[in-house]
């Protein structure tokens, strides 16, 4: 007889690493082929389209990676603030905060050219963080829960840009409740020429290599991981938790306004009501899947990209719903944190003898 | 001033609040079963968003109301069992499952709207809940129109309120409910399995959510809209951590920010020079605020977001 005994595992085997990822993607992939049927669509037919039409073209590359820009910045947000068990779950308002930010300072006329694109990029970095500051300030000193707090400041400051960009705010040129441009020496350079790969594809690629630095080989990063696993053997060990929860929170911001710094500087050059399309909410299932590892968030953001560009070609193709793209998201946010379990957990098949 | 008052303060006016509570009363009791259980229910927000739409869809198609809350509530089970799989059989982060289930519901509550209606030019409509006025209570001056004019899901919730209270208070049920949300190994001892128990509050969480989503879709509007609960799930959390974990005062909490919300929306009708949406922004500036004054003193339940786990003491 055989039987299958799950038993706790002292120690993750390093290829579990990767596999674990993967095996979720597959799992998701097929869970969601489910969907596809039901859409009446071939299934084989709708993922190659899916996958393949980000990434057939050189053009349709490029602006995969320009759309997994701003995925890798607020994944690696969310992956520094779930280190330290600070429930971020505003990335989305930062990323606005750091792009409203970064279109007020790169319109104003007075300041010298020079000046403007490392001035939009501190604005950015600096609303971003001052934005997350505000539940991490309500957790330390009142005791508020940050998962909703983070939430409904998600809320509060995209009804604050709509007002704002309906009001005062409003681009006298166009009559739209967009903001007006920003100026032409405030763009981001483009490294690609005829694409539109902008400096803040380096910048997030940069960000993720500086974010590992960070999280790894200094001792914010280890207050950080220290304060997420245990508390109170952080506060034994000489850290304030609660100073390392601010900490994090102003990285976290940080690196989510610049998400909204590269789409403004680089993309859209203005601040518009759909500016970013739930970019914050895959970022918690970006740095899920990276398994909070900022490099791994750079192929995790790629991958959601490729889905998120894909899901346009597939619907026009096959007719299944655009919206398969947002249930990938869920089903491989779940998955993921399913396949975890075999990080704590093995399965080992035993052969019973009849003895 | 004084007529502006006047004007805000119309029997319209508490008609309207009374309505607006309404679905935040269903969700905030749904929220506040499973965390009396132990789990912090984070997939609300997408629970009510996909029962709104299987419950608007159900009702297009049959033409009847009550089959789509039925269909709704079914939707929240379903969602509820996920949620007690992920974080009470494979004890997960309930933060994260939850999470997860609202972003997999709200896809899935596009997807099949997409799927089902396609892309039309108008938006499909049904005939949405009548008000069932009670027979001569809603004669009464003032009182009648306000209280007694209204949808019988209406009634429904406000009844549910004090049912709740008694439930959790009074019956068996509800005292093993209480016991796994503070000490589930006393009410294992106990012989109460607290596996089960977490499973039923989910469900039961689940169902009433639905009816929240299928109020916001089938009674306050006669549409689904991909913005028809826009927040409103997680208003409905900081709800209970405001109503400290209890249904009476989770309720007045709900009629709080039902009062904010019908002022902003009177506000956003009167002759103010200020864009709409700083109103709309009100009642979540005000949650925050309340959340940060009642925070400090808030007890949880004390085994809220800890998975059960026989073996571990």
Request: with cysteine; hydrophobic share 55%.
């Amino acid at each position: 007889m055989i039987g299958l005994r799950i038993e706790s595992r002292e120690q993750t085997p390093l290829w579990l690493n990767v596999t674990l990822p993967l095996m979720a993607v597959a799992a998701t992939l097929i869970l969601c082929s489910g969907l596809i049927l039901l859409a009446g669509a071939n299934v084989f037919t709708a993922y190659e389209k899916l996958f393949l039409s980000a990434l057939s073209t050189r053009f349709n590359l490029v602006e995969t990676a320009v759309k997994a820009t701003p995925l890798i910045f607020t994944g690696l947000a969310v992956a520094v603030a779930f280190k330290a068990r600070f429930w971020n779950i505003g990335a989305e308002g930062q990323l606005l905060a750091g792009a409203m930010a970064a279109a007020f300072v790169g319109a104003r006329e007075s300041l010298p050219a020079w000046s403007l694109c490392p001035g939009m990029i501190l604005a950015g970095i600096a609303a971003g963080a001052l934005w997350a500051m505000i539940p991490a300030v309500l957790k330390t000193r009142f005791k508020v829960d940050d998962v909703v707090t983070s939430l409904l400041l998600n809320f509060i400051i995209f009804y604050g840009m709509m007002a704002l960009l309906d009001g005062p705010w409003k681009d006298p040129l166009s009559g739209y409740p967009d903001s007006p441009d920003i100026r032409m020496d405030a763009e981001f350079p483009i490294l690609l020429r005829a694409t539109r790969l902008h400096l803040g594809v380096l910048l997030a690629a940069i960000a993720s290599f500086g974010t590992w630095l960070l999280m790894r080989r200094t001792t914010v990063g280890f207050a950080i991981q220290a304060v997420g696993e245990n508390p109170v053997a952080a506060r034994y060990a000489g850290f304030s938790v609660n100073g390392v929860i601010l900490a994090t929170a102003a990285v976290s911001g940080a690196l989510a306004g610049l998400a909204g710094v590269g789409e403004v500087a680089g993309l859209h050059f203005q601040v518009m009501a759909g500016l970013s399309p739930g970019y914050g909410y895959t970022g918690i299932v970006i740095a899920m899947l990276a398994r909070l590892n900022p490099l791994g968030v750079v192929p995790a953001a790629f991958f959601f990209a490729v889905i998120i560009t894909g899901a346009e070609a597939m619907s026009r193709a096959t007719g299944v719903p655009v919206f398969l793209a947002d249930v990938i998201q869920g089903t491989a946010l779940i998955a993921m944190l399913v396949a975890l379990l075999f990080t704590r957990y093995r399965i080992r098949i035993r052969r019973f003898s009849h003895a | 001033m004084h007529e502006l008052l006047g004007q805000l303060f119309q029997v319209g006016f508490f008609a309207a609040l009374i309505r607006i509570a309404t679905p935040l009363i269903f969700a905030t009791l749904g929220e506040l079963f499973a965390e009396r259980a132990g789990i912090l229910n984070l997939g609300i927000e997408g629970i009510m968003m996909l029962a709104a739409m299987t419950g608007f869809s159900t009702a297009y198609f049959s033409g009847s109301l009550w089959l789509g809350v039925a269909a709704a509530m079914a939707t929240g089970v379903l969602a509820g069992l996920l949620m007690g799989f992920l974080t009470v059989s494979l004890g997960l982060s309930q933060h994260v499952s939850g999470i997860g289930v609202t972003l997999l519901c709200s896809g899935l509550s596009f997807y099949f709207y997409r799927l089902i209606f396609g892309q039309p030019s108008s938006i499909p409509k049904i005939t949405a809940f009548k008000p069932l006025p009670i027979p001569g209570l809603s004669a009464i001056p003032v009182i009648g129109p306000v209280l007694f004019d209204h949808f019988s899901l209406v009634y429904l919730a406000f009844a549910l309120v004090p049912l709740a209270a008694w439930i959790l208070r009074a019956t068996p049920w509800g005292l093993n409910l209480r016991t796994v949300g503070e000490n589930p190994h006393a009410a294992f001892t106990a012989g109460v399995s607290v596996i089960r128990v977490r499973y039923q509050a989910l469900m039961l969480s689940g169902a009433l959510m639905g009816i929240a989503g299928a109020f916001l879709s089938m009674a306050q509007y006669n549409a689904y809209t991909f913005g028809v609960i826009s927040g409103r799930g997680w208003v409905c959390i900081a709800l209970v951590v405001f109503g400290q974990w209890n249904p009476w005062k989770s309720a007045a909490g709900a009629l709080l920010f039902a009062f904010i919300d019908a002022l902003q929306l009177r506000l956003q009708a009167s002759s103010f020079n200020l864009p709409y949406q700083v109103f709309l922004m009100m009642p979540f500036v005000l949650t925050i605020v309340g959340m940060a004054l009642v925070s400090r003193n808030a007890k949880a339940p004390a085994a809220l977001l800890t998975p059960f786990r026989k073996e571990e003491r």
